[in-house]
T-cell receptor
Framework: DSGVTQTPKHLITATGQRVTLRCSPRSGDLSVYWYQQSLDQGLQFLIQYYNGEERAKGNILERFSAQQFPDLHSELNLSSLELGDSALYFC????WGYGYTFGSGTRLTVV | QQQVKQSPQSLIVQKGGISIINCAYENTAFDYFPWYQQFPGKGPALLIAIRPDVSEKKEGRFTISFNKSAKQFSLHIMDSQPGDSATYFCAGEIQGAQKLVFGQGTRLTINP
């Protein structure tokens, strides 16, 4: 157990729908990072939050949004889903000066 | 310029052999180069990392060799074991950028 908790583990939904992925960082970590892993694009950085504030943005689509709550858990919202959004979505947290710790991911399948 | 190129895509090594995975980068602003190991159904786990001010870092059977002038770095797994069978990712990070740029991954299989 890495200490980063992601729910749900699996999600199957239809095109056009909206889903919410949840992440709790390791105890004491203030940062949360979201990554997407797909076969064709590999691991791509989406967005980072630090103590509730957006700090860095990567290749995140406008249909996707995220937030970090006062208890430091984060949610990634994916809307108007397309088949190409099917992927593994990972959350990571980090202590300053140390490496990233990833959760086990949420496997999203859009049908 | 943000890319990290990784090779080979897949690698088969006999138990006890040396596994070597290579990465090349373009962006000279990268100042942190980690390697991650990922098993099926799991997230990437940090294996070993290096900063460009050193040419080699060793942790147990895992060694990173870093060539700053060539903008290349590699992971060597000595005495490879079947339990090392996994996908390995190299990455680069620009100081302060707070995001990793990953290579495409190498699927390593260690035959018993």
């Amino acid at each position: 157990d890495s200490g980063v908790t992601q729910t749900p583990k699996h999600l199957i939904t239809a095109t056009g729908q909206r889903v919410t992925l949840r992440c709790s960082p390791r105890s004491g970590d203030l940062s949360v990072y979201w990554y997407q892993q797909s076969l064709d694009q590999g691991l791509q950085f989406l967005i980072q939050y630090y103590n509730g504030e957006e700090r860095a943005k990567g290749n995140i689509l406008e249909r996707f949004s995220a937030q970090q709550f006062p208890d430091l858990h984060s949610e990634l919202n994916l809307s108007s889903l397309e088949l190409g959004d099917s992927a593994l979505y990972f959350c990571a947290s980090r202590q300053w000066g140390y490496g990233y710790t990833f959760g086990s991911g949420t496997r999203l399948t859009v049908v | 310029q943000q890319q990290v190129k990784q090779s080979p895509q897949s690698l088969i090594v006999q138990k006890g052999g040396i596994s070597i995975i290579n990465c090349a980068y373009e962006n000279t602003a990268f100042d942190y180069f980690p390697w991650y190991q990922q098993f099926p159904g799991k997230g990437p786990a940090l294996l070993i990392a290096i900063r460009p001010d050193v040419s080699e870092k060793k942790e147990g059977r895992f060694t990173i060799s870093f060539n700053k002038s060539a903008k290349q770095f590699s992971l060597h797994i000595m005495d490879s074991q079947p339990g090392d069978s996994a996908t390995y990712f190299c990455a680069g990070e620009i100081q302060g950028a707070q995001k990793l740029v990953f290579g495409q991954g190498t699927r390593l299989t260690i035959n018993p």
